[in-house]
Nanobody
Framework: QVQLVESGGGLVQAGGSLRLSCAAP????????RGWFRQAPGKEREFVAS????????YYADSVKGRFTISRDNAKNTVYLEMNSLKPEDTAVYYC???????????????WGKGTLVTVSS
């Protein structure tokens, strides 16, 4: 049963922008914290950003702070990740997640998508 579906990945040049979306067809996550994570080739999955259920509080990894923005639209049951000033080191598969706890990490995340690939060329 697919619960979270990411979209918006692709190939972009360094310095460019992309907007990722994460929809939740068939299930509402409006009362859940949502997060974005990424996994680069040969590396472990890492935290990128998270947002609480209302959208009032956010956390960011130091590596993306000031460049990425997480937001959500509970009416659309969707969370977004706006990525600006992209760097080659941002290349990874990006995953969205949902969970009861809002943390700076994967603790408490219960549902995961299958990921969308972002490739940043130099």
């Amino acid at each position: 049963q697919v619960q979270l579906v990411e979209s918006g990945g692709g190939l972009v040049q360094a310095g460019g922008s992309l907007r990722l979306s994460c929809a939740a067809p068939g299930r509402t996550f409006s009362n859940y914290a949502r997060g974005w994570f990424r996994q680069a080739p040969g590396k472990e999955r890492e935290f990128v950003a998270s947002i609480n259920w209302s959208g009032d509080y956010t956390y960011y990894a130091d590596s993306v702070k000031g460049r990425f923005t997480i937001s959500r639209d509970n009416a659309k049951n969707t969370v977004y990740l706006e990525m600006n000033s992209l760097k080659p080191e941002d290349t990874a598969v990006y995953y969205c997640a949902a969970g009861i706890l809002h943390t700076k990490g994967s603790a408490g995340m219960e549902s995961w998508g299958k990921g969308t690939l972002v490739t940043v060329s130099s």
